[in-house]
């Protein structure tokens, strides 16, 4: 019951996190939709405006000491920017299945279109021509939520899900009210990602988009892009293969994982910009910037803990610990010292 507690506890605060954040960015930044869509879109390099993050690593996952219902999802989007909305939302758990059409907040780019076959015309939506019932994303996670309350102990399986629709489903919860972010993640115990299972337990693969991983494994072609399609694919694929506890296991990542990973990315967002004179002038790369923005920190911190402690707070908050023994910035002297030299030639 205890551990119970302290999961809650960690979700409730990451989510508080997640729900301010996104207030934050909304009334300060303005972030910058993607423009290109290829025909694989989770395969595609995000475009040049869209701020490439490494997230923090994945904490271990321990093998389930409970039994777990997999359920395969997938979703469908107005682009490939990590906070593009959502169009379509998909998940298959056997023989139910769970579809919904989703009015976007954004423009559907056309590539995005062209792709799905999904576009919105006088607020009302079409799919290759045809009218299709639309709801809002608050709905359409009410719906999903109803399909998640059947079972207990839910793992969401889908294709390349940690870098592409966990962003995204983290950032449409965030728009949606607690409750409904409360109600969804309470019904969820983690993820597996399929594109790193295939590519442990089938590492001689050419391609591992799920389109070349279905028509190489099960022999077969598809109407890929469609998001019931493709979970029903996707179910079919991973049924149709042996998996052991281990491959899958290096494939699982938490729910904690992904509140961390959005977390930091909006931190990131927020403050990497303050940081951009260091690193044109070479005190810092820009992976560096990034793991300093990630932690929470902008150059307006660092200039306050240089000021208040000299090297000292700047190697205070650098090495910081969070999450074990994993530091939050670097514990790198040459790091530490090129930092507060730039802040002490810097100082008002």
Known sequence: MSTHKTIQSKRNKAMTTIRDASLKRQLKLEFKTNGELSLEKRESTPNQDIVKVTPPPSKTVQAPDISTTDIYFDLETTGLGRTSSITQMAAVRGKDQFSCFVMPKKRITREASQVTGIRVFRKKMYRYGKFVKAVSISDAFKQLYGFLSKTQNNILVGHNIQTYDCPILMHALSLCDKDITEQFMSHVQGFVDTKKLFRIIHPSQKSYTQESLVESLLGEKYRAHDALQDVVALQKLVRSVDIDQEARLKASFSVEDVMDS?????????NLPSLETMVNK???????AKSIA????????????HSNKGREGIESVFTATKGGDRVCVTRSRKIIDSVSDFLSEHST
Do not use: A, D, P, R
């Open 282 to 288: 070479k005190v810092i790369s820009t992976n560096v």
């Open 294 to 305: 990630g932690s929470g920190l902008s150059y307006n911190h660092l200039q306050t803990e």
């Open 262 to 270: 959005y977390t930091y990315s909006l931190q990131v967002k927020e």
